[in-house]
């Protein structure tokens, strides 16, 4: 006999509840090893030279020599690279591969866990243009109490989503755990890069990541370590920046799926760590630093946030299908189907309704989605939307031409043929189905 629970998950920020369905039985451990293969990015010698005091000149040297008298000139040649005085030397990033391998490697320093791709190029400050597809590995760091097996596991599943829609580089993934010392090792590690790299003072980073920050390193250590102290499993992951610096920067709680102190699906943080690389896939398709233009773009928050969870869905479900999803903490844990999640996001709509009489789907923001219903409508949108007019028209023809539209709405209409206001009427008649027949259009 099964028993109904109600885990809370957050999930960019926002608490999300899914009813789960427990069984009994011992938590299985697995473990997962493999040969680190040395990748790096081509090296290449940069020289300076200063003509005059009024003057910088880059030279090169094989034939030919640039100079401008009012700025900073640099000539590219066979195998060497000059840069001015005042300029950085721009080095390419490793060319994009087929990703074939989800294995990563993990070692201990000082005050956390590292893991990287042990397939893709090893990271460096290569420069790597926004939304280009790249080589180079993404960057798991762990909080010294989540063990290295987690820390993998966590970097394996990253790379699962990342074998499925590209790798969208610089990617920095930071999870934290329910010790206090181990949040405070992980954030001094996190300001010495930021500070390293001029995108941070250490005010600036304390403020961020202490108590009174907004998304820091403090609220995802507390809420592990509440849930931890309550035995509530609960948790929080986000996409927390950063266009400015040119890297996509999550953030992540305790993974209580990945953990023994509760039951929950490791599937469940499978899923999570998809949905959040997806963000990472629709900031990377959004090419201004302007925030405001980058909301419009982004659209509102059932269209957004539903995109990321049903493609985070779908990959899951296909990922299993595959054999490329590891099904680690799932025997005995509470049940992680397909079809079961999206049947519970229904079934939350029908009783979150009768508490936001009259709240459209169109109106729901984050501070005002009537319980997470625009998640969980959104969800179903998108698998709307899926069924209709194709699988890849999402990431084929909508995100490709965000660049060169105004808003979400324009990149919509043209995507989709129709405006959002009629899609979303047209969705309202799909509502009053029977669950039977909205689940018939899920991919099978």
């Given at each position: ?260 102190y509760f039951e929950v699906n490791g599937l469940n943080e499978q899923k999570t760590l998809h949905h959040e690389y997806f963000h990472g896939v629709q900031h990377a398709h959004i090419y201004t630093k302007d925030r405001y233009q980058r909301d419009k773009l982004l659209g ?145």
């Amino acid at each position: 006999m099964h028993k109904m629970f109600t885990v809370v998950l957050v999930v960019c920020g926002l608490t999300v509840s899914l009813g789960c369905s427990s069984g009994s039985g011992q938590a299985e451990v697995s473990s997962s090893s493999g040969q680190v293969a040395t990748s790096s990015a081509a090296t290449q010698t940069a020289t300076t030279q200063t003509a005059a005091a009024t003057q910088t000149a880059a030279a090169a040297q094989t034939a030919t020599q640039t100079a401008s008298a009012t700025q900073t000139a640099a000539a590219a040649q066979t195998a060497t690279q000059t840069a001015s005085a005042t300029q950085t030397v721009a080095i390419p990033a490793a060319p994009p591969i087929e990703l074939t391998s989800i294995d990563a490697v993990c070692e201990s320093r000082d005050g956390y866990i590292y893991c990287t791709s042990n397939v893709l190029a090893a990271p460096s400050e290569a420069t790597i243009g926004w939304g280009e597809l790249s080589g180079v590995s993404p960057e798991v760091f762990c909080a010294t109490d989540i063990t290295t097996q987690v820390c993998e596991w966590m970097t394996r599943g990253l790379l699962a989503a990342i074998s499925r829609w590209g790798n969208y580089a610089p990617v920095e993934y930071w999870v934290l755990g329910a010790d206090y010392a181990g949040y405070e090792g992980l954030m001094a590690a996190n300001c010495v890069r930021r500070i390293e790299r001029g995108q941070m003072r250490q005010s600036d980073c304390d403020r961020k990541h202490g108590p009174d920050g907004n998304h820091g390193f403090y609220s995802y250590w507390e809420l592990g370590s509440d849930s931890v102290a309550s035995g509530r499993p609960g948790g929080s992951a986000g996409l927390n920046g950063d266009r400015q610096w040119g890297i996509h920067f999550f953030t992540s709680s305790l993974p209580v799926g990945l953990t023994d102190y509760f039951e929950v699906n490791g599937l469940n943080e499978q899923k999570t760590l998809h949905h959040e690389y997806f963000h990472g896939v629709q900031h990377a398709h959004i090419y201004t630093k302007d925030r405001y233009q980058r909301d419009k773009l982004l659209g509102p928050v059932w269209f957004n946030e539903g995109a990321a969870e049903y493609m985070a869905h779908v990959a899951l479900k296909e990922g299993r299908a595959s054999g490329l999803i590891d099904m680690v903490k799932t025997e005995g844990r509470w049940s992680f189907e397909f079809e079961e999640e999206m049947g519970y996001k229904m079934q939350a709509w029908e009783r979150n309704s009768l508490t936001c009489p009259g709240l459209k789907l169109k109106d729901m923001t984050y501070q005002n989605s009537c319980n997470n219903s625009s998640y969980d409508l959104g969800t179903w949108a998108h698998a709307y939307l899926a069924n209709k007019y194709g699988a890849t028209v999402l990431l084929n023809t909508y995100y490709p031409m965000l660049n060169d539209v105004s808003d979400w709405e324009e990149a919509f209409v043209a995507t989709y043929g129709i405006s959002s206001d009629e899609f979303l009427a047209e969705f309202d008649e799909f509502l009053e189905l029977s669950l039977s027949e909205q689940m018939d259009i899920l991919p099978k």
